[in-house]
């Protein structure tokens, strides 16, 4: 197991993130990389938590300029597929409120919304997975 | 709490069963509790919540793509100097403190006048007994005359050495000898004293300061190497001010 600094320590969950963003692992990791790339050269970036939101709103900024990839041979579970589907920026709120690193005033400042709109948002957001068939 | 905020509180609302709810959370609760419609939203909400948590934490990045990814952490230069850093903008702002500070006790201070000075100048016009002694001498030939009667120092700056002293003594204030000189023509008391003793700082030497001693007098004094020179003046500061001037060339 590789040991990251404890900084750094958020980056499995970030792929996780990118994964569900992008619906590919190989896009996912090139995501990541690039990010950290992008990260790490920012000095005007102080601080683990400043880090950490600066990495994740990078990550929902670029994977949405990108299109949606999952493929059936993509490997992901299917409940993974419906969380790729869903539409931002309920995606995005969802998992990152399930994710536990930020609350849901600065996850509202990721994905650009009021922290007002978060609960709909969360509402909606669960209703289009309910409504989903299940395989 | 009623059912709306307890709802708004609930859907932003993880169920996690290490951690115990806040207070907020726990009331909203029991709000769920007494009402079949908002305990059966949250029971789906719950159901639907372990289902993406589930989906999320099922995803389990590759070893080789953790190991790239340390490795590149592993490369990140640590972070040099920047100004913008929480701790050096503390050091910065503790170090300007620091020089205002020392400013202010190097600067601000003399530039002020001496309270000491002004202890002085009232002494001299309120003193009792009136030890002066007849001299009708210029007050620039006056050094001899104090040397005689043991004040060494006694120095008049030059513009104001034509000016004829009536009579002169040397007073005991606080310990310490203060010889002064009556002027009559200019209404004035010319006053000199060691500045040591009373620590008196002026900054640059040989400039004065001034001040409205009362609604009567005006005080102006100097400091030339270690002595000061003070003129007590009837009047108002701008006439003090005027006199100073008009014989400083």
């Known amino acids: ?135 | 709490m009623n059912l709306p905020k307890a709802r708004r509180l609930l859907i932003c609302y993880i169920a996690d069963p290490n951690v115990t709810p806040s207070p907020a959370v726990q009331k909203a609760l029991k709000v769920a509790a007494d009402s079949d419609i908002l305990s059966s939203e949250y029971q789906a909400q719950v159901e639907i919540d372990k289902r993406v948590h589930a989906s999320i934490k099922g995803l389990r990045i590759p070893e080789d793509v953790l190991s790239s990814l340390g490795n590149r952490v592993a490369s990140i230069p640590p972070r040099r100097f920047n100004p913008r850093d929480p701790a050096m903008v503390a050091v910065l702002i503790g170090f300007l403190l620091l020089v205002t500070v020392l400013t202010w006790n190097f600067l601000g201070r003399p530039a002020a006048f001496p309270s000491a000075a002004i202890e002085i100048a009232e002494e001299v016009l309120t003193f009792d007994e009136r030890p002066f002694e007849p001299v009708n001498l210029p007050a620039g030939s006056l050094e001899d005359w104090f040397v005689l009667k043991g004040f060494d120092g006694f120095d008049v700056p030059t513009p104001l050495e034509k000016y004829n002293a009536e009579d002169a003594a040397i007073l005991k204030i606080d310990t310490q000898s203060v010889a002064a000189i009556t002027v009559p023509e200019q209404n004035s008391q010319f006053i000199s004293f060691n500045a040591h003793p009373h620590e008196i700082t002026i900054f640059p030497e040989g400039s004065w300061r001034y001040l409205q001693l009362d609604t009567e007098n005006a005080l102006a004094l100097r400091r030339d190497a270690d002595m000061c020179f003070m003129v007590i003046r009837q009047g108002s500061l701008a006439e003090l001010k005027r006199f100073l001037e008009k014989d400083k060339d």
């Open chain 1, 1 to 135: 197991m590789t040991h990251l600094p404890k900084e750094w320590r958020f980056l499995p969950d970030a792929w996780s993130y990118a994964v569900i963003l992008t619906g590919s692992p190989q896009a996912a990791t090139d995501l990541v990389t690039n990010t950290l790339n992008g990260v790490a050269t920012r000095h005007d970036i102080l601080g683990n938590k400043h880090r950490r939101r600066v990495f994740f709103a990078t990550l929902f900024r670029d994977a949405n300029k990108s299109p949606r990839l999952a493929l059936p041979e993509s490997g992901l579970s299917e409940d993974t597929l419906e969380l790729h589907r869903l539409s931002e920026p309920g995606r995005s709120t969802l998992a990152l409120f399930h994710l536990g690193f930020f609350p849901i005033d600065e996850i509202a400042d990721i994905v650009g919304k009021s922290e007002k709109e978060m609960p709909d948002i969360l509402v909606a957001t669960r209703t289009a997975l309910t409504s989903t068939p299940r395989p």
